[in-house]
């Protein structure tokens, strides 16, 4: 078992599973947390993320494969996806990709589902295929309400503020995510555009507050 991404929430591990490569998502105790607390914390964490990403498979997303979770040990055992992720490949000057990441988000979206963690790292292409990955952040809203399209809205910043690292391609990197988008969630997708400028304002706004 090697340690292979450590965060704040979960430990990853790349594990051996009856001959095929896996990943083990390890939801450890907080020592800092009132102990029964912090199992119900792991526990419902855990169970959400396997939702999430079922949820999102029977949507006709790539997810990684689920092999096994115990909720209890707040464990969860998938598939070790292989690929390079967005984040290269728009290094790579692949930008094509990001509409086809707009339709899926939208998808995503317009069923209610906010992947909680839209960084280009967990995105991967595999087998020519958009895989989406670490759902841990992840939850459900039902209906449409404006609290709906602002939590959408700082769904799609995540992936807005790696964009902005590309300089004068950004904009045209972000039209490219916005034409799959409003495709996939159609006229409603106009709230959330709506919502990530006023997002995107207040953010500036501090900036330069704080310089």
Known sequence: MELIAKGAEAEIYLVDWFGLKAVLKWRKPKMYRDPNLDYHI????????V?????AYSLGLRVPD????????????????????????????????????????????????????????????????LCFIDFGLGEQRMG???????????????????????????????????????EEVGGRAAAVERELLRIRASGRYVERKTE
């Open 42 to 49: 792991r526990r419902r964490r855990t169970i959400n993320e």
């Open 51 to 55: 939702r999430n990403m079922y949820i």
């Open 66 to 129: 689920v092999y096994f979770f115990d909720p209890g040990e707040a464990k969860i055992l998938m598939e070790y996806v292989e690929g390079k992720n967005l984040r290269d490949l728009l290094n790579e000057g692949n930008y094509s990709y990001l509409r086809e990441v707009g339709v899926y988000v939208g998808r995503m979206h317009k069923a209610g589902l906010i992947h909680g963690d839209l960084a280009p790292t967990n995105i991967i292409l595999t087998g020519g295929q």
């Open 144 to 182: 449409w309400t404006r609290k709906t399209a602002v939590l959408l809205a700082r769904d799609i910043n995540v992936l807005f503020r790696t964009l902005d690292l590309y300089g004068e391609k950004a904009e045209e990197l972000k039209a490219l995510f916005w034409s799959g988008y409003r």
